[in-house]
């Protein structure tokens, strides 16, 4: 990802502190300057690839929403790449997905389903789809996640679009 680096002026206090965690590194050095410096690991990062997995629609602009997700998931998370991909209707396949992200050279592909209930979809369609791609490419871990209706948040967006209405 890159390093983010934050310049401020601070009294005569020098010290050095590198705190390493998982996958960030965070360097303070106080004195006449205070530089802060976030990196993230890119080794780790570059082996996880992130598919967002929706229904698919004939309607035109349908899929503008998962599209702008995976982009800002994109900008803001720490994966080699982020995909979006249609079971029904419109391209890009997860197969099609799943081909760019092997490409890759990844380590693992975190698949997740981008939908409210668990329907047919959900619970044969992309469970075959995993099924097929372990065979495919049996040295990359797959891995799916809950589905978007299950998360504990989304009461908490349902009710924040209510009280924008009130």
């Known amino acids: 990802m890159g390093n983010v680096t934050v310049n401020a002026a601070a009294n005569y206090i020098f010290f050095l502190l590198v705190i390493r965690l998982s996958r960030i590194n965070l360097t303070f050095k106080l004195g006449y300057v205070t530089k802060i410096t976030l990196t993230m690991d890119n080794a780790v990062c570059a082996k996880v690839a992130t598919i967002i997995l929706g229904h698919g629609s004939r309607s035109r602009g349908a899929d503008t929403a998962i599209k702008r997700i995976a982009m800002e998931i994109g900008k803001i998370g720490c ?20 081909e760019k992200c092997v490409q890759q050279k990844v380590d693992k592909i975190i698949i997740v389903p981008f939908f409210l209930q668990r329907g047919t979809h959900v619970m044969r369609d992309i469970p075959d789809i995993i099924k097929d791609a372990k065979k495919r490419y049996p040295s990359i871990e797959f891995v799916v996640t809950e589905i978007i209706g299950s998360h504990h948040k989304l009461a908490q967006l349902v009710r924040d679009l209510i009280n924008e209405k009130i």
């Open 79 to 98: 994966y080699a790449t982020v995909q979006y991909a249609f079971l029904q209707f419109i391209p890009p396949t997860p197969a099609e997905v799943l």
